[in-house]
Each structure stands twice: as structure tokens, then as C-alpha cells.
Nanobody, 114 residues
């Protein structure tokens, strides 16, 4: 059974940083591109960062230059380093395989507010 477990969210002031983690089990993690998604209050879920099996990354324009996605295939872990956070980054953050989606985890809440 596939499990995606996100952690690391919290309340942070504008300009601050957070690192999200996602543990994956029951899934051939190293064989698939992985991504971080977010769902702001009242809005659709969107893909904000992807990392492919060979290491290349892609980012949504809204987070380019501020967020960094990485993966550890041995540990089956996905990370998202978020810097220069803005109030509009407030959302529930999820990890998943963008092109082979699994059941969603519970997500981790990120709130950017002074």
C-alpha cells in the first residue's frame, strides 16, 4: 500500500524559511518523477515543483528562485526548501508523483503571516 507522509509545515513570518519532507513507502520512488503540490484556501491544488529521476527540476513561476526541490532515493524521501516565503505561499502542501499519481497523503500546512 502506497503511503505519502508530509511533514515540516508550520507558521512562519514573511521572508522566513521552511523545509518540507515527504516520506514514501510502497512505491518505486526512484523510478518516477516526484513533485510538491499545494492547495491554498478556496483554490485548486497546483503543482509547484517537480524533480525527475535524473535530477532535473522544474518550478512554477510563482516559486522559481525561492523554492528548491530535492530527493534522496535511498531513503525514499522528497524535500522542499522554501525561502523568502510570502503570504501567498500559505497552503496545504502535498507530495505525489505528477505523472503517476497515488492516493494523496494528509498534507502539511504552511502559513505565512506576521
Amino acid at each position: 500500500q502506497v503511503q505519502l507522509v508530509e511533514s515540516g509545515g508550520g507558521l512562519v513570518q514573511p521572508g522566513g524559511s521552511l523545509t518540507l519532507s515527504c516520506g514514501v513507502s510502497g512505491f518505486p520512488f526512484s523510478s518516477f518523477a516526484m513533485g510538491w503540490f499545494r492547495q491554498p484556501p478556496g483554490k485548486e491544488r497546483e503543482l509547484v515543483a517537480s524533480i525527475f529521476t535524473g535530477g532535473p527540476t522544474e518550478y512554477a513561476d510563482s516559486v522559481q528562485g525561492r523554492f528548491t526541490i530535492s530527493r534522496d532515493n535511498d531513503k525514499k524521501m522528497l524535500y522542499l526548501q522554501m525561502n523568502s516565503l510570502k503570504p501567498e505561499d500559505t497552503a496545504l502542501y502535498y507530495c505525489n508523483a505528477p505523472y503517476y499519481k497515488q492516493n494523496w497523503g494528509q498534507g502539511t500546512q504552511v502559513t505565512v503571516s506576521s
